[in-house]
């Protein structure tokens, strides 16, 4: 099911921030910078989130992630995921697992990111695999409210460059037909790229063109540990604004 937002019609812009790959139990998660965004999502009432997965490192022993290493245990980390986004409950657009999460979920059938979706109250906007969104605000020239589409997944694939995630997002986004906004994680990357896709307007004989966003959001960690043995190059930390 598509998940409908309709916002105030006399606003002109809204902000989208993607948070995915906070990794909170790892100790390299820059939990200051994490917090001063959430203060930066309350300071406009038109500043929107989508949880977009692996905000809980959620290290178990059948998984890569080191268990000796973590802050915090699985339990403790949905407490404080579920503790620091109170504040801003009212901004999800979204609730989308990722891989870190779907551990549990594979072993013991306890999946974090419902957990959290249902504590704050949002368990409606929670989507097991991907969501999309239709969100409407505002009026363009003829009055009309303006409704854009959104597609929200955690992603997959790995990537040293940016280029094999910019790649990877874009022939996916390609497969979505009135698409203007698509939306992953995983790679720990920022980036945004427009495109314009061709469209076939069979009732005017006309060739149109639709622009798309794709959007890759960043982690929130520093660089060492796994990055560091598999070679990888530090990416731009937070959240990548749309």
Known sequence: MVIIWDKPSDWDTIEI??????HIGDPKTDIQA???????????????????????????????????NE???????????IKELEPVKDRFLCFVPGNHEYRTAKDVDQCIVEDIADMLGLSDY????????????????????????IYVIHGAGGGKRPGAALNNIEFSS?????????IMGHVHKKIAHKY???VIDARNNKILYRVVLV????????FSGYAARKMLIPGAKGATPI
Do not use: C
């Not at 921030?17 to 906070?22: K, T």
């Not at 390609?174 to 698509?182: E, S, T, V």
């Not at 959007?215 to 520093?222: G, I, K, P, R």
């Open 174 to 182: 390609m497969a979505i037909d009135n698409l203007d906004i698509m």
């Open 126 to 149: 929670y989507r097991e695999d991907e969501a999309f969104i239709k969100l409407a605000f505002g009026k363009g020239a003829n009055g009309k409210r303006i409704a854009y589409t």
């Open 17 to 22: 921030y993607p948070l995915s790959d906070l």
């Open 71 to 81: 802050t915090m245990t699985p339990r403790e980390q949905k407490k404080f995921l």
């Open 34 to 68: 994490f917090r001063q965004f959430i203060k930066h999502i309350q300071a406009q009432p038109n500043r929107f989130l989508i949880y977009a997965g692996d905000n809980a490192n959620n290290a178990i022993k059948s998984s890569i992630s080191n268990v000796y």
């Open 215 to 222: 959007v890759v959001s960043s982690s929130w960690t520093d």
């Open 196 to 198: 314009r896709k061709r």
